[in-house]
């Protein structure tokens, strides 16, 4: 009866064991993680004067990106125009550790082709598109690849390659921002590592990247449903908005990848 007893007793201790082992595995990690892979948009939309989704408004300057005045866009019916609803691209979103770059070409009647990120939409006629690329388009200094760090659900993001092409312009909208383009690069920049591209299916020689200044993108994240937010502002330097502030709002859900397919650079 005794040895019973004691089995019992030990199955017990056993099983609260395995039990707790299993709650631990299950929690959240603690501390800074990187999240790599896609950040799957969420579209755009508007409730009254109530945005979700994926968005951008253009905050005229003088202005807040809490309160305006913001610049209309006569092809959205958001807000009566105030505010850019935005769809999901090609890809389906955002990646990180990797770079979604602009097609070449980039344009067709001023329209942007740049459709891996989100869908290209129009403002006033002209549909603009988004992408990131290892040399920024306009400023042409070498950005980093999108980053995104989870701190116990507050997410920090580099996002200095976020690119926007409109009407055979380029504009940098990253957070932090890369330096301004002061005239001709130093051709032959050292190469420090091979970065997929997930338009041009193909490995990049990354350049030494230029620090970008600023304050980076931020917003939230719910380990156990994957949900995120990011937003950020972004000065817009050159063209007819020149002085205009650019604010992006994503939302969507994250999903866990490689920053690359799962073969090795050629030559290695």
């Known amino acids: 009866m005794k040895i019973a007893t004691r089995i019992v007793a030990l199955l017990a201790i056993g099983t609260i064991a395995v039990s707790g082992c299993s709650d631990k595995d299950d929690a959240p990690a603690s501390g800074p993680q990187e999240l790599v892979g896609?950040?799957?948009l969420e579209p755009g939309k508007a409730d009254g004067d109530t945005l979700s989704g994926t968005w951008f408004r253009m905050v005229q300057p003088g202005g807040t990106p809490e309160k305006g005045?913001?610049?209309?866009n006569g092809d959205s019916p958001a807000i009566n125009g105030t505010a850019t609803l935005l769809e999901p691209g090609t890809e389906g979103g955002l990646r990180t550790g990797g770079f979604q770059s602009e097609p070449n070409p980039g344009f067709a009647d001023g329209h942007s082709l740049a459709a891996s990120i989100t869908k290209p939409t129009k403002f006033f006629a002209v549909e603009f598109g988004i992408s990131t690329n290892a040399v920024d388009p306009q400023t042409q200094h070498a950005v980093a690849t999108p980053k995104v760090v989870d701190n116990n659900g507050t997410l920090t993001a580099d996002l200095s390659a976020w690119a926007a092409s409109w009407n055979n312009q380029e504009f940098n909208q990253g957070a932090p921002k890369p330096?301004?383009?002061v005239g001709p690069q130093v051709a032959g920049a050292a190469q420090v590592k091979q970065v997929w591209d997930w338009v041009a299916?193909?490995?990049l020689n990354a350049p030494n990247t230029d620090a970008a200044t600023g304050p980076s993108a931020t917003g939230t994240y719910d380990a156990k449903s994957k949900r995120f937010t990011l937003q950020w502002t972004s000065?817009?330097?050159g063209g007819p908005f020149n002085g205009f502030t650019g604010v992006w709002h994503l939302e969507g859900t994250f999903e866990p990848d490689s920053a690359?397919?799962?073969?090795?650079?050629p030559g290695n």
């Open 69 to 72: 005045p913001f610049m209309p």
């Open 201 to 203: 299916r193909q490995w």
């Open 235 to 237: 000065l817009i330097v």
């Open 260 to 265: 690359a397919p799962q073969s090795p650079p």
């Open 179 to 181: 330096p301004e383009k």
């Open 38 to 40: 896609l950040l799957r």
